[in-house]
C-alpha cells in the first residue's frame, strides 16, 4: 500500500516539475508580470424600459392632479381595463338596483344612533338623547309583549304531547302561571257591607 502511495507522488512530482515549468522567464516576460493591466471603463447602464413604472404613486400637487400625473399605469393594465369595464357595468347595474330599495335614515334613527355612541352621563344629560332612548326602551317592551303573547297563543294550542317536548312553551307557561298566582296573592281584598 504505501509503495503505490510512493509509486502516485513520483508521478506527480515528474509532471509537474516538468522542464517547461523549469526554464527561466525572459526579462520581457518580467515587466509584463510587474505591470498591472490597464483598467478598463465599467460597462453603462442598461436602458430604462419603455413603459411606464406602474409599481409606485407618485404625488403631485393638487392643481396639477390629472390622471397622467396623478399615478401611471402600465400597458397591460390599459389593455385589461376592457374586460373590467364590462364586467363592471353588470355590476353596476345590480348596485343601483340596490340603491333603488335602500332604506334611508330618518332624522330620529341618526340622531339615535348618535345617542348610542355617547357615554351615559353624556346621554343623560341630552334631553333629545333621553326622550330618543325612553321611547326605544318603551318600544322595546312592547314588542317583547306582542312576541310573549304570540308565543302564548302558540303554546296555548299546542297538545299535551306536543307541549312535553316544546321547553320553550313550558318555561313559558310556568311563568304565566306564577304570575297569575302573583297576582290573586296580591290583589285587594273588597270588603262587604
Not at 18 to 23: K, R
Not at 57 to 86: L, N, Q, V
Not at 122 to 142: G, P, S, T
Request: net charge positive; charged share 30%; with cysteine.
Amino acid at each position: 500500500m504505501r509503495l503505490g502511495h510512493f509509486v502516485c507522488a513520483a508521478l506527480a512530482l515528474g509532471l509537474f516539475a516538468s522542464p517547461i515549468g523549469a526554464q527561466p522567464a525572459l526579462p520581457d516576460q518580467l515587466a509584463q508580470a510587474s505591470t498591472p493591466p490597464p483598467q478598463e471603463a465599467p460597462p453603462p447602464f442598461p436602458p430604462m424600459p419603455r413603459a411606464k413604472p406602474s409599481h409606485r404613486w407618485t404625488s403631485t400637487p393638487p392643481h396639477r392632479a390629472t390622471p397622467e400625473h396623478r399615478t401611471t399605469r402600465s400597458h397591460r393594465a390599459k389593455a385589461s381595463s376592457k374586460h373590467h369595464a364590462k364586467a363592471s357595468s353588470k355590476h353596476h347595474a345590480k348596485a343601483s338596483s340596490k340603491h333603488q330599495t335602500r332604506h334611508h335614515l330618518t332624522r330620529a334613527e341618526k340622531d339615535l344612533r348618535y345617542c348610542h355612541q355617547l357615554t351615559t352621563r353624556h346621554q343623560m344629560r341630552n334631553a333629545r338623547c333621553k326622550a330618543l332612548l325612553r321611547d326605544e326602551k318603551r318600544a322595546a317592551e312592547r314588542r317583547k309583549q306582542r312576541e310573549s303573547a304570540h308565543a302564548s297563543r302558540v303554546c296555548h294550542r299546542l297538545t299535551k304531547r306536543a307541549l312535553k317536548h316544546n321547553h320553550r312553551c313550558q318555561a313559558l307557561l310556568r311563568d304565566e302561571k306564577r304570575a297569575a298566582e302573583h297576582r290573586k296573592a296580591h290583589r285587594p281584598h273588597r270588603h262587604r257591607r
